[in-house]
């Protein structure tokens, strides 16, 4: 079983392209439908291994997933350049592998993202954001690989990132491959 996060404030591209690689099995998690606090910065859990975290929410679920499985494949929209503020949130949240990387090491972090802007202009930020994950992933013991940069297009096509694409099925079967 594979983890999917779905990194978007809505259900749209991200989710529909991960609900279009994941097989029936996988888990699939949209973060929009979640309550996750913002990490406290306590460090609570640098001592405490068997909680986690002393907030009480969904992080909880989340943390269970993803020491279920070795793979976790998440889809971030383009931000203001960045990731989601929503999966920076979650990833703050990680502050427990810190102290406890073993736990996610022998894990991969799949990447996609996806932005309006064309993949040419995106192509450093999406740089960028595989380097984001690779430093932290370092320190966190996981490995990263980067699988796509998509782009969803202009007002036309923005909520339907299938229309840019002709090959988009043969996309999504590369993708399944490298998973
Ligand atoms: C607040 C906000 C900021 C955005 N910033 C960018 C950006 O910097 N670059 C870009 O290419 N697209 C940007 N977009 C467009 C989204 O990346 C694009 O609509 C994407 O398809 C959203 O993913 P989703 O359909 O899974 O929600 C932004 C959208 C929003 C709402």
Redesign the pocket.
């Known amino acids: 079983m594979n983890l999917y996060i779905?990194g978007?404030?809505?259900?749209?591209?991200?989710?529909?392209i991960l609900k279009d690689i994941m097989d029936k099995d996988d888990k699939l998690i949209s973060l929009s439908r979640k309550n996750i606090n913002y990490c406290l910065g306590c460090n609570a859990c640098k001592n405490d291994l068997s909680e986690y975290c002393i907030i009480e929410d969904d992080m909880e679920e989340i943390y269970k997933e993803i020491l279920k499985t070795d793979k976790i494949i998440i889809?971030s929209?383009?931000?203001?350049?960045?990731i989601t503020g929503l999966l920076k949130n979650v990833i703050d949240r990680f502050n427990p592998f810190s102290w406890h990387s073993d736990l996610l090491s022998g894990k991969t972090i799949y990447l996609i993202t996806?932005?309006?802007?064309s993949e040419e202009?995106?192509e450093e930020?999406a740089r960028n954001i595989k380097e984001y994950f690779e430093s932290i992933g370092e320190f966190m013991g996981f490995e990263t690989v980067f699988l796509r940069n998509f782009?969803?297009g202009d007002i036309e096509t923005?909520?339907n990132?299938t229309k840019m694409y002709d090959n988009y099925e043969e996309i999504i079967k590369e993708l399944k491959e490298k998973i």
């Open positions: 779905n978007s404030n809505q259900e749209k591209n991200c989710y529909r889809a929209p383009i931000y203001m350049n960045h996806v932005g309006q802007m202009e995106n930020i782009t969803s923005i909520d990132v």
